[in-house]
């Protein structure tokens, strides 16, 4: 057998990073960011001055790039050519045009092609895969489906605090209209057929990830 997979959606600010990579820390797993490769394609779709709303010139694009992510949970990095963008990724100007690259059909089947390639070969005997659609499109078939979730207020709460240079009004608006659109191309917001909730809205970080842990313990 392949290693098991632990396959976890949530909206923005659900916290779904840092949870998804404690657990994967706390399992002896690999960790992939899906949400990571939109954003170092949309890095890389600046840094060449492609407009990321014409889909035939990001297409086009796919070809030459050129991508790493760290999967071990305790080396994460993310690459594109030698560049590393593990922190440039999160900037502003990036998160506000990856809703723009993520809906293109093309685009997701090419990252989807890559998530599948690396989760069949981690050296780890599982790998918790997060992102927008891992429980519902790229790993239906995962033993472990989690989506977590939060009350929109604890989420805008959350991520206002990571961002100290933007207002929490900015910031709150910014999210509302990235799940928005993204929701358009993937439900995130509702439990897929035997995906198992958690909801983190009245829960800290550690007992987030150990409400994570307990359903895949359950469930493996
Ligand atoms: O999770 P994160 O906020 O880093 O994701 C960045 C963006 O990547 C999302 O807003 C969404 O547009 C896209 N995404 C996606 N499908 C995934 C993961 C991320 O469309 N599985």
Same mark, same amino acid.
């Given at each position: 057998?392949?290693p098991?997979?632990v396959?976890?959606?949530?909206p923005?600010?659900?916290?779904? /990073?840092?949870v998804?990579r404690?657990?994967?820390?706390?399992?002896g797993?690999?960790?992939?960011?899906?949400?990571?490769?939109?954003?170092?394609? /949309?890095?890389?779709?600046?840094?060449?001055?492609i407009?990321?709303?014409?889909?035939a010139?990001?297409?086009?694009?796919?070809?030459?790039?050129e991508f790493?992510i760290?999967?071990?949970p305790?080396?994460?990095?993310?690459?594109?050519?030698?560049a590393?963008?593990?922190?440039?990724?999160?900037?502003?100007?990036?998160?506000?045009?990856?809703s723009?690259?993520?809906r293109?059909?093309?685009?997701?089947?090419?990252l989807?092609?890559?998530?599948?390639?690396?989760?069949a070969?981690?050296?780890f005997?599982?790998i918790?895969?997060?992102?927008?659609?891992?429980?519902?499109?790229?790993a239906?078939?995962?033993?472990v489906?989690?989506l977590?979730?939060a009350?929109?207020?604890?989420?805008? @709460?959350?991520?206002?605090?990571?961002l100290t240079?933007?207002?929490? @009004?900015?910031?709150g608006?910014a999210?509302?209209s990235r799940?928005?659109?993204?929701?358009?191309?993937?439900?995130?917001?509702n439990?897929?057929?035997?995906?198992?909730?958690?909801?983190?809205?009245?829960?800290?970080?550690?007992?987030t990830v150990?409400?994570v842990?307990?359903?895949?313990?359950?469930?493996?």
């Amino acid at each position: 057998p392949g290693p098991v997979v632990v396959a976890i959606d949530g909206p923005a600010g659900s916290g779904k /990073s840092s949870v998804s990579r404690a657990v994967a820390q706390a399992l002896g797993y690999a960790y992939l960011d899906t949400g990571a490769s939109y954003r170092a394609l /949309s890095w890389d779709l600046l840094m060449r001055g492609i407009d990321a709303s014409v889909a035939a010139s990001v297409i086009a694009e796919l070809g030459a790039f050129e991508f790493r992510i760290g999967i071990d949970p305790d080396d994460y990095y993310v690459r594109v050519g030698s560049a590393d963008v593990t922190e440039a990724i999160r900037e502003p100007r990036v998160t506000s045009v990856v809703s723009l690259v993520a809906r293109i059909p093309e685009v997701r089947a090419w990252l989807n092609d890559r998530f599948r390639a690396i989760m069949a070969s981690t050296p780890f005997d599982g790998i918790v895969v997060e992102g927008r659609d891992i429980t519902t499109v790229v790993a239906p078939d995962a033993p472990v489906r989690i989506l977590l979730t939060a009350s929109e207020e604890a989420r805008m @709460a959350r991520r206002s605090k990571e961002l100290t240079s933007e207002s929490a @009004a900015a910031v709150g608006e910014a999210l509302r209209s990235r799940d928005k659109a993204d929701s358009r191309v993937v439900d995130f917001m509702n439990a897929a057929d035997g995906v198992t909730t958690v909801d983190s809205t009245d829960l800290d970080f550690a007992q987030t990830v150990a409400a994570v842990v307990e359903v895949v313990h359950s469930q493996t």
